[in-house]
């Protein structure tokens, strides 16, 4: 599981020109599931995320995560994070999951990040064709891999 993480001031997805999930103060997290992903790799990257120290604390340090500043979650599902260059110019996404196996997957890192943060995560719609607005924070964005945590 890949996960983009940016800390934003502001950040919407929208599908048909309709917003269908937005946040202010917190994460955007662009979600990659691999077919090799399980259980164990969405429960190790959502608790990774929510205790991430990416946010100043009162000395201006990143001390604080997204859940001690009681900051959002927005989730957006994005197979390209597994895309393969390796031949030619036209990526492969032979490595993302199918929607039968990610769309459970996604839904099931969703719960476990609201179970976590004890408030609702907004989504975009699982394989639509999504606009996502953002104002990066810092800027602020890692990448986080289930496996390769480094």
């Not at 502001?10 to 946040?23: F, N, R, T, Y």
């Not at 691999?34 to 205790?51: G, M, R, V």
């Not at 959002?72 to 031949?87: D, H, I, R, W």
Request: with cysteine.
């Amino acid at each position: 599981m890949r996960v983009l993480i940016q800390r934003v001031k502001q950040a919407s997805v929208a599908v048909e020109g309709e917003i269908c999930g937005q946040i202010s103060t917190g994460l955007l997290l662009l979600v990659g599931i691999e077919n090799s992903d399980s259980e164990a790799d969405l429960n190790w990257t959502a608790k990774k995320i929510c205790n991430l120290r990416i946010f100043e604390d009162e000395a201006g340090v990143m001390n604080r995560s997204v859940l001690d500043c009681q900051g959002e979650m927005l989730a957006v599902s994005q197979f390209t994070l597994f895309g393969s260059y390796n031949k030619g110019n036209r990526p492969s996404w032979g490595r993302a999951a199918k929607g039968e196996i990610s769309q459970p997957l996604f839904d099931a890192f969703v719960a476990k990040l609201a179970e976590l943060s004890a408030q609702p995560i907004p989504t975009g719609i699982f394989g639509a064709d999504m606009q996502v607005a953002l104002i990066n924070d810092g800027p602020i964005t890692m990448m986080l891999d289930s496996k390769h945590p480094e």
